[in-house]
């Protein structure tokens, strides 16, 4: 584990598996199905942060071709555990695909990233897109980095600091939406959801 997994990050969802394990089995999340519907049927899908496979179990409910991936070694076993999908471990900064996707899919979990990492990440999910493909991803607003109520790390950036990060890894603006939310903690603050695209 290098400084791009924050420690405390790390604990608290190697520790808490089974409670993710057991919320995420409410619903997947809500802009998942408009986001899979700009894909074509059969598509390749890298989801980030796949968490205790939620999102991961309705991705390929729908057909397409998951590859499905945590950085917490807990949550990749709930995700096969409870969903039967072969997740795999890897972390944010060890994403090294070159054109192998046709969308990825990163909900609330690029949010942990450093804000000094965050930008090479985002070439690194640039590079791993084909071209035309899609990228979605959630961020709580904020005004620079902190910890939530749970001690987790979280980049909280500006919505125009994330803006000009993902113009500056030269991904084309499909949609945004900014709406208020809870967290995990019980906090309601203001998040962003981006829908972008590689250039062909």
Known sequence: ????????????YQSGAPHFSLSSAISHSRHLDDFLDRLAQGARVLELGCGAGRDSARIAQRGFDLDATDGVPAMVAKTKERHGIDA????????????EYDAVWAHACLLHCPQAELPGVLAA??????????HYASYKLGDGEGR?????LHNFPSADW??????????????QEVFAGKGSD???RDWIALTVRRGN
């Open 1 to 12: 584990m290098n400084n791009s997994m924050d420690p405390a990050t790390y604990d608290f």
């Open 148 to 152: 939530d109520g749970l001690g987790r």
């Open 88 to 99: 795999r471990l890897m972390r944010f900064d060890q994403l090294e695909a070159n054109s």
């Open 125 to 134: 999910v640039h590079s791993a897109l084909r071209p035309g493909g899609l």
């Open 162 to 175: 994330l803006r000009d990060t993902y113009r500056e890894a030269e991904f084309e603006f499909v949609e």
């Open 186 to 188: 019980g906090t309601e």
